[in-house]
């Protein structure tokens, strides 16, 4: 019998696991990429650095997914921080580092 965190399965657990540690792996590779020795074609890719404001979305995005791998091993993953309800998993598979549900990120997002 799979083990539940919340409502989640171990097996979406450990698919969220996999998926979020080659999400850092890909963001980390971005950084490393050299800026100075773009293509012109490069420079209008979106998947490659253009900035500073890059770098720090993609700082921020690596710390987001650090802190679900974190939430991951602590057995929290999935659990709103708000209101305590498991986030819906199709929320999860979209944005993986997700805190909140759907409910309580929205509210989060009109009072700030």
């Known amino acids: 019998m799979p083990v539940i965190v919340g409502k989640i399965s171990q097996e979406f657990i450990n698919e969220q696991k996999t998926r979020i540690q080659n999400l850092i792996t890909g963001k980390r590779e971005l950084l490393a990429l050299p800026q100075d020795n773009l293509t012109s074609e490069e420079v209008y890719d ?8 890059d770098i720090t979305k993609i700082n921020q ?11 991951i091993h602590n ?3 999935g ?7 498991d986030i819906p998993t199709a929320r ?4 993986p580092e997700a ?10 997002e009109r009072k700030n």
């Open 99 to 108: 805190t909140r549900c759907t409910d309580c990120a929205t509210k989060h």
């Open 61 to 71: 995005d690596i710390t987001g997914l650090e802190n679900a791998l974190l939430r």
């Open 46 to 53: 979106n998947s490659k650095i253009k900035g500073a404001q």
């Open 92 to 95: 999860l598979r979209s944005c």
């Open 79 to 85: 659990i709103c921080i708000d209101c305590g309800n």
């Open 75 to 77: 057995k929290v993953y």
